[in-house]
């Protein structure tokens, strides 16, 4: 039922409550007036019967004198004048006692008539005091029928609602379960799809790691793309991982065995990470394996020596150890593996890029200069330019001038000693210099007068890095292993 109506209801059960108040009052009044009206009455009552006593009294006192006068009549002695007198105040006394008596009569039959006119009215007001209250009653019967009626609207109003409610939420279930349907059978379309495609694809096959950091990346993006991408199960992707490793690396991973497939697997992954993913170490090994290598004697080598730089310096670009490869010791050593020729031809690009940019080439720049000298030397179509390679500690060629050996002799030699221990490392590599304080390092820089920010002999100011801080996203310009440093000053 509208709810409207309901409120119309609720509004005119209480205007008839309001009547029946009011009525209630009315009829309280006219008691009070009726019971003044019949004391009255009583007091009315009692004074006329004060007033017949006394008349009784007087008519009793005319009926003596009446008598008297009888008496004296029979009384020759009497004149008749008197008699006369005499007779007409009796007559005029009797006549007024009549009229008395009669007004009295009058008085009381008029105070019955009152009487009964408001014993009339007292009835009547009986009646309609009953009458109201019969009017109350039925008010009441009506307005409790209302209340049920409104009750019984609002249930039914509340039961309209629930069952919206439901159809709503049964169309919502009906909504998901048709979205899950759907997305069930397109999770199918597309197993069915990448199963296909492996079916027909060619199969790739994955080596085994034996624990080399160099190949942990390279491992572990194969993984993913064939095992991890394809097995769903946790303990069939555990078992093809320890199956893809070698003895030290299966021995590493054999305590994941004993955990849940899905927590074992996880594991595995981590432990992996922690051992051989290790990027400090895998951008210090790749970077000491390019300075270590032999030199360059032929074209092929030229080649694998431009491909090894381009991985080095793409596996540690976007890492704090970027600065480390690219400082002068580090490029010096790099360029000295080059052959004598294209060595000078690096000189010779050294001096044009600097005057051009008022700057050192960096290894970005060696990097395409090799690559350029690859290709020259690879293409059938340029003309044969020093392509016998040599260095200035062997036999030369006749390819080779006094003028190339003068300038290959001035090279400098390669070397670089850590300031803490002497050793052949950095000093960011230092285990004595790692053990140390912040307040310890900062204060070695400082006596060493070395660069807080690449740990090279050059002022912080001058510091031609644009590397910061990555600890916690410092920002700072000071390396990370004097993080945190409140305040730098340059070394002088």
Same mark, same amino acid.
């Given at each position: 039922?509208?709810?409207? @109506?309901?409120?119309? $209801?609720?509004?005119?059960?209480?205007? %008839?409550?309001?009547?029946?108040?009011?009525?209630?009052?009315?009829?309280?009044?006219?008691?009070?007036?009726?019971?003044? !009206?019949?004391?009255? #009455?009583?007091?009315?009552?009692?004074?006329?019967?004060?007033?017949?006593?006394?008349?009784?009294?007087?008519?009793?006192? !005319?009926?003596?004198?009446?008598?008297?006068?009888?008496?004296?009549?029979?009384?020759?002695?009497?004149?008749?004048?008197?008699?006369?007198?005499?007779? +007409?105040?009796?007559?005029?006394?009797?006549?007024?006692?009549?009229?008395?008596?009669?007004?009295?009569?009058?008085?009381?039959?008029?105070?019955?008539?009152?009487?009964?006119?408001?014993?009339?009215?007292?009835?009547?007001?009986?009646?309609?005091?009953?009458?109201?209250?019969?009017?109350?009653?039925? $008010?009441?019967?009506?307005?409790?029928?209302?209340?049920?009626?409104?009750?019984?609207?609002?249930?039914?109003?509340?039961?309209?609602?629930?069952? /919206?409610?439901?159809?709503?939420? /049964?169309? #919502?279930?009906?909504?998901?379960?048709?979205?899950?349907?759907?997305?069930?059978?397109?999770?199918?379309?597309?197993?069915?799809?990448? #199963? #296909?495609?492996?079916?027909?694809?060619?199969?790739?096959? !994955?080596?085994?790691?034996?624990?080399?950091?160099?190949?942990?990346?390279?491992?572990?993006?194969?993984?993913?793309?064939?095992?991890?991408?394809?097995?769903?199960?946790?303990?069939?992707?555990?078992?093809?991982?320890?199956?893809?490793?070698?003895?030290?690396?299966?021995?590493?991973?054999?305590?994941?065995?004993?955990?849940?497939?899905?927590?074992?697997?996880?594991?595995?992954?981590?432990?992996?990470?922690?051992?051989?993913?290790?990027?400090? &170490?895998?951008?210090? &090994?790749?970077?000491?394996?390019?300075?270590?290598?032999?030199?360059?004697?032929?074209?092929?080598?030229?080649?694998?020596?431009?491909?090894?730089? @381009?991985?080095?310096?793409?596996?540690?670009?976007? &890492?704090?150890?970027?600065?480390?490869?690219?400082?002068?010791?580090?490029?010096?050593?790099?360029? +000295? @593996?080059?052959?004598?020729?294209?060595?000078?031809?690096?000189?010779?690009?050294?001096?044009?890029?600097?005057?051009?940019?008022?700057?050192?080439?960096?290894?970005?720049?060696?990097?395409?200069?090799?690559?350029?000298?690859?290709?020259?030397?690879?293409?059938?179509?340029?003309?044969?330019?020093?392509?016998?390679?040599?260095?200035?500690?062997?036999?030369?060629?006749?390819?080779?001038?006094?003028?190339?050996?003068?300038?290959?002799?001035?090279?400098?030699?390669?070397?670089?000693?850590?300031?803490?221990?002497?050793?052949?490392?950095?000093?960011?590599?230092?285990?004595?210099?790692?053990?140390?304080?912040?307040?310890?390092?900062?204060?070695?820089? !400082?006596?060493? %007068?070395?660069?807080?920010?690449?740990?090279?002999?050059?002022?912080?100011?001058?510091?031609?890095?644009?590397?910061?801080?990555?600890?916690?996203?410092?920002?700072?310009?000071?390396?990370?292993?004097?993080?945190?440093?409140?305040?730098?000053?340059?070394?002088?």
């Amino acid at each position: 039922m509208d709810k409207s @109506k309901i409120d119309r $209801k609720s509004n005119s059960l209480n205007s %008839d409550s309001t009547d029946g108040e009011s009525l209630e009052v009315s009829l309280n009044k006219l008691n009070d007036n009726l019971t003044y !009206l019949s004391q009255r #009455l009583e007091n009315l009552e009692k004074r006329l019967e004060c007033e017949l006593s006394i008349k009784d009294d007087q008519i009793s006192k !005319l009926a003596k004198e009446i008598n008297s006068l009888r008496e004296t009549q029979t009384n020759p002695q009497l004149s008749q004048n008197d008699e006369k007198t005499n007779s +007409q105040r009796v007559e005029t006394e009797i006549a007024n006692h009549e009229a008395k008596n009669q007004t009295a009569e009058t008085d009381k039959a008029n105070q019955k008539t009152k009487s009964q006119t408001t014993e009339t009215e007292t009835s009547n007001k009986k009646t309609n005091r009953q009458t109201v209250e019969t009017e109350r009653a039925n $008010k009441r019967t009506n307005r409790q029928t209302a209340e049920a009626e409104t009750v019984k609207d609002r249930t039914n109003s509340q039961r309209v609602d629930t069952d /919206i409610i439901a159809q709503h939420e /049964i169309s #919502l279930s009906l909504k998901v379960l048709t979205q899950s349907l759907t997305t069930l059978i397109e999770q199918q379309r597309i197993q069915q799809q990448t #199963l #296909l495609s492996s079916i027909h694809a060619p199969q790739i096959k !994955l080596h085994t790691f034996h624990g080399d950091p160099l190949q942990y990346e390279h491992f572990v993006k194969g993984f993913e793309n064939v095992v991890h991408s394809s097995v769903k199960d946790e303990s069939a992707r555990l078992q093809i991982l320890l199956q893809h490793c070698g003895d030290e690396v299966r021995e590493t991973l054999q305590c994941c065995l004993h955990k849940d497939p899905k927590e074992g697997y996880s594991y595995a992954r981590q432990l992996l990470k922690e051992t051989y993913g290790d990027m400090e &170490t895998i951008a210090t &090994t790749r970077i000491d394996n390019l300075l270590q290598r032999p030199n360059v004697t032929s074209t092929r080598d030229l080649l694998s020596y431009s491909n090894e730089l @381009k991985t080095c310096f793409e596996s540690v670009k976007n &890492t704090s150890f970027a600065f480390e490869f690219e400082t002068i010791t580090n490029l010096n050593i790099l360029t +000295q @593996k080059l052959p004598d020729d294209v060595y000078n031809r690096w000189i010779e690009k050294t001096s044009a890029f600097t005057c051009k940019h008022n700057k050192r080439p960096g290894i970005k720049e060696l990097m395409q200069f090799i690559e350029r000298v690859t290709k020259e030397n690879s293409n059938p179509t340029y003309p044969p330019r020093h392509r016998h390679y040599h260095h200035s500690n062997t036999t030369m060629t006749n390819n080779c001038s006094d003028e190339t050996t003068a300038k290959k002799s001035n090279k400098p030699q390669p070397h670089y000693r850590c300031p803490k221990c002497h050793d052949n490392h950095y000093l960011n590599q230092c285990g004595d210099f790692r053990e140390m304080s912040v307040p310890e390092r900062t204060e070695f820089i !400082l006596q060493k %007068d070395l660069c807080h920010n690449c740990f090279q002999p050059h002022l912080t100011e001058n510091c031609p890095r644009s590397w910061t801080c990555s600890v916690d996203k410092c920002g700072e310009r000071h390396n990370r292993w004097l993080h945190p440093v409140t305040r730098y000053r340059a070394s002088t």
